[in-house]
């Protein structure tokens, strides 16, 4: 995609074609959807795709650059909160901490059904397309450190730490996330976006509040 400024109009078809693929992908998985599908939800022809994007896939990274930018002014967001108000030094105390970061983060987020099911099909095309697979990796470890860099500058002014690797507080964060987000479709079809992912996140919060300590000891009971 061409760093030169578009104009209005083009964006707005862009995002239309990228609200119209989600819509699309959340219901036929990324590799079964045509682009006369996307075209068609979207209410444009195929020049005004072609127009836009090379090809589906070049759209899948449209889609990929979007939402890392959405996340990281949730990230902005939340970081620069100032729910710390002092360094933590119990059990409970990090409890707290940890749940009110993690469901600030998730009230911030894209929780429609549409985008997470686009969110773990997108991970299935990686998975399945060689020609997507590299980029998807980039997407995912610069979201994966920018969400890392919020958490340690919470913990930093909790005066907390993490009881494992950072790269397994990656994983822990992500594989957890999105699992999560799955299991609240599951469970909790009847509740809106955001309350099914509230009413989930308990096992998640656990497992965080399990790998944070004051730095150099362990927290009070």
């Known amino acids: 995609m061409s760093d030169i400024p578009i104009s209005p109009r083009r964006a707005e078809t862009r995002q239309r074609l990228l609200d ?3 819509g699309v992908f959340a219901d036929r ?7 006369e599908e996307i075209c068609d939800r979207a209410g444009f022809t195929r020049g005004a795709f072609y127009s836009n994007y090379a090809s589906k896939n070049d759209l899948v990274l449209a889609l990929l650059a979007q939402d890392r930018e959405r996340q990281q002014a949730m990230v902005d967001g939340v970081a620069s909160s100032e729910f710390v108000g002092r360094p933590v030094t119990s059990s409970q105390e990090i409890g ?5 970061a993690v469901r600030r983060f998730v009230s911030r987020r894209r929780l429609d059904r549409d985008w997470v099911m686009v969110s773990a099909e997108l ?3 990686a998975a399945r397309e060689p020609g997507i697979r590299e980029a998807f990796l980039a997407h995912q470890q610069a979201a994966r450190a920018e969400l ?3 958490a340690l500058s919470i913990a930093e002014r909790a005066g907390c730490e993490f009881t494992v690797p950072l790269d ?3 994983q822990i964060f992500d ?4 699992g999560t987000l799955l299991q609240a479709l599951l469970h909790h079809p009847e509740l809106g976006d955001e309350e099914r992912v509230q009413a ?3 096992p998640f919060i656990h497992v965080i509040t399990s790998i944070v300590r004051p730095v150099g000891g362990r927290a009070r009971a």
């Open 29 to 35: 998985g990324v590799l079964a959807a045509s682009v």
């Open 20 to 22: 119209g693929a989600v």
């Open 168 to 170: 397994s507080v990656l």
């Open 175 to 178: 594989d957890m996330y999105e």
């Open 96 to 100: 707290v901490l940890v749940e009110h």
């Open 200 to 202: 989930s996140l308990g």
């Open 148 to 150: 890392l860099q919020s």
């Open 123 to 125: 991970r299935l095309y």
